[in-house]
Nanobody
Framework: QVQLVESGGGLVQAGGSLRLSCAAS????????MGWFRQAPGKEREFVAG??????????VDSVKGRFTISRDISRDNQYAYLQMNNLKPEDTAVYYC????????????????????WGQGTQVTVSS
């Protein structure tokens, strides 16, 4: 059974940093593209960042470019994904979700939530002004 477990969320002041982790188990995640989404109260779930199976293709939503960095840990058989978040802003406040899609081509980065077939439970990120 596929499991994704996020951690690293919390409360931080504007301008601060957090590093979210996504621990994957149950399948070989080197065969999956990974993504981070977020959902703020009253808003739809939003794509934040994604990384391809190969790790060579990465996409970010415009609002986080230059501040967030997605990565995956290949030293542990690709079982971890990370989202480093710097210079956080109050508008980054949301529940952040890790997602995986299996069976993609090595260079593809899905960006629609409907493309992903495995999800974590989410971790809350709150940025105070």
């Amino acid at each position: 059974q596929v499991q994704l477990v996020e951690s690293g969320g919390g409360l931080v002041q504007a301008g601060g940093s957090l590093r979210l982790s996504c621990a994957a188990s149950g399948r070989t995640f080197s065969n999956a593209a990974m993504g981070w989404f977020r959902q703020a109260p009253g808003k739809e779930r939003e794509f934040v960042a994604g990384i391809s199976r190969s790790g060579n293709t990465i996409y970010y939503v415009d609002s986080v470019k230059g501040r967030f960095t997605i990565s995956r840990d290949i030293s542990r058989d690709n079982q971890y994904a990370y989202l480093q978040m710097n210079n956080l802003k109050p508008e980054d406040t949301a529940v952040y979700y890790c997602a995986a899609q299996f069976g993609t081509l090595p260079w593809v980065v899905p960006r629609r939530s409907s493309d992903f077939n495995s999800w974590g439970q989410g971790t809350q990120v709150t940025v105070s002004s």
